[in-house]
């Protein structure tokens, strides 16, 4: 009876210990899997981050390159200039203010 007693008493602490050593890997699976996913996130925020710096380097390239072109402080523009010499050939038209929209607006066709 003794024997008995004591492989009862043996299983009963035996399955104690199991389920308190499943319960603690339970939590510290819990614990492991949050902390995978708090570095997971914290991974994909630094990639949106790093994606978003690059984004704005780019704009910040293509803003200077127009500023570039639009200050036009580098280019030599002496070829387009016009000779003014030539300007006085070409006559002068004068405009025709006698233009006269009245038959446009009258009833009869």
Do not use: W
Request: proline share 2%.
């Amino acid at each position: 009876m003794k024997r008995v007693f004591l492989l009862l008493l043996f299983i009963g602490i035996s399955s104690t210990m199991i389920n308190a050593e499943n319960n603690n890997s339970i939590k510290m699976d819990n614990n492991n899997s949050k902390k995978i996913a708090t570095q997971q996130n914290k991974s994909k925020k630094t990639d949106i981050t790093k994606k978003h710096v690059q984004e704005q380097i780019e704009r910040e390239k293509k803003y200077a390159k127009e500023q570039i072109f639009y200050q036009g402080s580098d280019y030599d523009l002496s070829h387009a200039r016009v000779n003014e010499k030539s300007l006085s050939s070409i006559p002068v038209i004068e405009p025709d203010y006698d233009f006269n929209m009245d038959d446009a607006y009258s009833d009869q066709q």
